[in-house]
């Protein structure tokens, strides 16, 4: 086995906080749907899609290290918010909590001395720039707009493209 138990446990904790994040996005896409936020919704409909592909590469790595892999369930994500704010800021704070959970993953390979580990963090580590950076950015431009404006916000998100 080229994984520790204890490296193991903790990346299959983190296939779940990335299902959870999968459902999460997904929930708050449909939210901006309904709001007719087409270029909002998609964006979080990708997000979705790219959670569940993080958990899928967590998946293989254990799968491929000879780690155990133990699905967990999901619990149902929020489903009610107040404002297109509170639904980004809940996914800042999410992408804060991911960063400190995979650079936990990466103390734990660090002080085992697993360079393999090391190495496949060494992403997932890197792409927390893009994803806090991402959500910091939306949530700044979602506050400019204002509830009332968020048009202007669809048509930002529109030239992004």
């Known amino acids: 086995m080229l994984i520790s138990k204890e490296l193991a446990a903790a990346i299959n904790d983190q296939i779940t906080h990335e299902m959870i994040a999968s459902q999460q996005y997904a929930q708050i896409a449909t ?28 998946l293989h790595y254990l799968a491929e290290t000879g780690g155990e892999v133990t699905l967990q369930s999901i619990p149902a994500p929020k489903t009610k918010f107040a404002s297109v704010e509170e639904a980004v800021q809940l996914s800042l704070d999410w992408e804060w909590e991911v960063t400190r959970r995979i650079n936990a993953l990466m103390d734990i390979a660090v002080e085992q001395k697993d360079y393999l580990g090391q190495d496949f963090l060494r992403w997932f580590v890197t792409e927390q720039l893009e994803e806090i950076t991402t959500m910091e950015n939306l949530l700044k431009i979602v506050q400019q707009a204002g509830e009332r404006n968020l048009i202007m916000l669809e048509a930002y998100l529109s030239h992004d493209d």
């Open 31 to 58: 939210y901006f749907e309904s709001l007719a936020l087409k270029k909002l919704a998609a964006m979080f409909y990708k997000q979705s899609d790219e959670e569940r592909q993080h958990a899928y590469k967590f």
